[in-house]
T-cell receptor, first 114, second 115 residues
Framework: AQSVAQPEDQVNVAEGNPLTVKCTYSVSGNPYLFWYVQYPNRGLQFLLKYITGDNLVKGSYGFEAEFNKSQTSFHLKKPSALVSDSALYFC????????????FGAGTRLFVKA | DGGITQSPKYLFRKEGQNVTLSCEQN?????MYWYRQDPGQGLRLIYYSQIVNDFQKGDIAEGYSVSREKKESFPLTVTSAQKNPTAFYLC??????????????FGSGTRLTVV
């Protein structure tokens, strides 16, 4: 069965410092991996995805994520955090076999302090 | 602009009442989804549809119903059988072509409250 885990409910970082939001997954076959961001009372916005190829994926707003197959991880990163990055971040995974269901993690709330 | 429109933004339901949440997309996406979001629980899949006139139950379908009569529309009805419907409801859509490796496009959500 597919699953995705975001081990941290909350991440706190100072503005200008690098940030990492962690995600690990379990899926049959090769994974399709996604990161989304949600601002208060809004829907989720797509940030980036990994399908195949280079393990470092670049996305919107300066975010990037690193796919690590051996550790089954897909951590979200940004070299220099902004206060405006404060939001709820969701990791999602879909296997390449059997249906189109995507499983979402529980979310990690990011607080960037000025 | 292409996108997904959910309405209403806020909805209040009385005990024993059925209510319907609207979801319309003009992205020409084949697949559409309904998720429920509760604090600290992430997104839970209610129903999904990969093609017109066909849909499948997700993980928490009890007390909900859907229809997919048109490609653009995927309304969700919260019935009186749903005992705890207060939540934030999100509709999403995606393409199913090729490898199916497309992300989702989400609507802005409907916040349903029981009064």
């Amino acid at each position: 069965a597919q699953s995705v885990a975001q081990p941290e409910d909350q991440v706190n970082v100072a503005e200008g410092n690098p940030l990492t939001v962690k995600c690990t997954y379990s899926v049959s076959g090769n994974p399709y991996l996604f990161w989304y961001v949600q601002y208060p009372n809004r829907g989720l916005q797509f940030l980036l995805k990994y399908i195949t190829g280079d393990n470092l994926v670049k996305g919107s707003y300066g975010f990037e994520a690193e796919f690590n197959k051996s550790q089954t991880s897909f951590h979200l990163k940004k070299p220099s955090a902004l206060v405006s990055d404060s939001a709820l971040y969701f990791c999602a995974v879909r296997g390449n076999t059997g249906g189109f269901k995507t499983i979402f993690g529980a979310g990690t709330r990011l607080f960037v302090k000025a | 602009d292409g996108g997904i429109t959910q309405s209403p933004k806020y909805l209040f339901r009385k005990e024993g009442q059925n209510v319907t949440l609207s979801c319309e997309q003009n992205l020409n996406h084949d697949a559409m989804y309904w998720y429920r979001q509760d604090p600290g629980q992430g997104l839970r899949l209610i129903y999904y549809s990969q093609i017109v006139n066909d849909f499948q139950k997700g993980d928490i379908a009890e007390g909900y119903s859907v229809s997919r009569e048109k490609k653009e529309s995927f309304p969700l009805t919260v019935t009186s059988a749903q005992k705890n419907p207060t939540a934030f409801y999100l509709c999403a859509s995606s393409s199913t072509g090729g490898l199916g490796n497309y992300g989702y496009t989400f609507g802005s959500g409907t916040r349903l409250t029981v009064v």
